[in-house]
Structures are given as C-alpha cells and as structure tokens.
C-alpha cells in the first residue's frame, strides 16, 4: 500500500452506508480515483464541507493497485468557487468539466501527470468569473484541450488525407478526428462543412487560456458550428460519451427559470 498526497478536484461524491461516502476524485497523482471517506457525513466528520463537487482539495490516500476503492485520509480544501453553483449557466457548465474528467478517465492512471487536472481547475476558475456569454465558449475550450491532452487532438490545420493547409474552413469528420479539404478529399455521410471562421475558432479555443476566452467578444463567435463540431467528436471518441447529462440539466433549468 502507498500513501499518496495529491492536488484533487471532487467530481461527485455519494452516500456509503449510515455515515460514509464514496468520493470519486480526479488527482494530479493517479487521474480518477474512487474513494470511501469513512464517516464523513457523521456529526463531527473530519471532512466536513470539503467532498462536495468541484471543490479542490490536497487529499491523502491510501491506495493499492489490486483495490477499486481507495481509503480517503484527509482532505483540505485548497480552492472552492461558489459563483459556480450560484445560478443554472455557470453549474451546468462546470458541471460538463467535472463530467467530461469522469468518463475521459476510465480508470486509475500509474504515472503523475497533472496537465488535465490543471486545465480542468484553470477553467472552473475562469467560469465563475467569466461573463455569461463567454461560459459556452470556455467550455468548448477546455474539452478541445483536454481531448489534446488526452492524445487526440482534432486535426484543423491541414486537410487529413491531402496534407494541403486549410484556409476556407473544410468537411469536419468526427470518426477520423478533423478536417477534409472538401476537393478533391470528400467526405461522407458523418462529415459536415464548417466554416473558415468555425475553423480558426476551435484552433484558438484549443491554444488559449481559458482567462482569455473569457475577456471575447461574443457576438461573432461561431457557437453553433463549434458546439456541433465539438460535440460529435467528443461522441466519436469517448466512451459512453452521448451529450453531457449536466449540460441538459443546465438547459432544464434554464427552462424551468423561464417558467416554460
Ligand atoms: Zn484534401
């Protein structure tokens, strides 16, 4: 067994028993790890507030390579945004991160590599900040980021089959993971055209700071285009992947607010 102290982010946490929780956290150390917090929803638990979703904690585990389940120590709170939680925009998009790092992550991960959980945490810090119209677009960004950091990154510079460099948008295949020229490289039924502006956008969307994507003007980003695009590659290459449950009930939200 190995004691391990690492940066985490709570992706959801529930009930265990009478008193315990099952936390599953996605750790700089590990990737996911599921975890039982014995007692921690008893009066005077140890870990008081810190296991509830998006909370970013320094946690110590026990862990064995042959176990599912790990032993939760301690966790302190490192970072907390409540902005997040505060209304149905800003929750359902964090919500979508903390979704998108469950399923991308299968399983435990042997070596250290905190690049996603950073870009995860650099975005929930940006979204409870961010005016409402750019929270689409800082979500986008973070899934094209992860999906590179991932190790497939979508092609959107050069056609996938000629090699020539795009400048007039292209045919994006989600299976093949980018973009065809459209002449002479045609698609088929799963591609669909994007525009030059849709193309350039994902690029940036992939290179920027998720800070960044926060201070745009909206008004001309290409939402649509770069959600469809987005969205059927994330289907195309993760597991179970089938649209982000918490994006729908953002949307339910927002419709129930609206009294429809
Ligand atoms: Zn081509």
Not at 139 to 150: D, I, S
Not at 156 to 161: F, Q
Request: aromatic residues 8%; proline residues 5%; glycine residues 8%.
């Amino acid at each position: 067994m190995a004691i391990v102290q690492t940066d985490a982010l709570v992706l959801r946490s529930y009930r265990l028993g009478e008193s315990s929780l099952i936390v599953h956290l996605f750790t700089a150390a590990h990737g996911l790890l599921r975890c039982v917090a014995k007692g921690a929803r008893g009066p005077r638990s140890r870990f008081g507030g810190s296991l509830e979703p998006g909370v970013r904690l320094s946690a110590v585990v026990y862990r064995k390579t042959e176990r599912d389940l790990q032993l939760l120590s301690k966790a302190d709170i490192t970072a907390y945004w409540p902005p997040l939680w505060e209304d149905p925009d800003r929750f359902a998009r964090a919500g979508a991160v903390l979704e998108f790092l469950e399923r991308a992550a299968y399983g435990e991960a042997e070596a250290e590599d905190s690049s996603l959980l950073e870009a995860a945490i650099a975005t929930l810090a940006a979204m409870a900040q961010a005016p409402a119209p750019a929270l689409e677009a800082i979500l986008r960004g973070f899934e094209v980021r992860a999906c590179a950091l991932l190790g497939y990154a979508p092609e959107l510079s050069s056609c996938m089959e000629c090699r020539r460099p795009l400048e007039q948008g292209g045919l994006f295949h989600p299976l093949r993971g980018g973009l065809l020229c459209g002449a002479p490289c045609g698609g088929d039924a799963a591609s669909f055209r994007i525009s030059e502006r849709a193309r350039r956008t994902l690029i940036a969307l992939g290179e920027r700071e998720p800070a960044s994507v926060a201070s745009w003007a909206m008004e001309r980003y290409p939402g649509h285009e770069v959600s469809r695009a987005v969205e059927r590659f994330l289907s195309a290459h993760l597991e179970r992947f089938d649209g982000l449950r918490s994006m729908r009930v953002g949307e339910r939200l927002v419709r129930y607010a609206e009294g429809t």
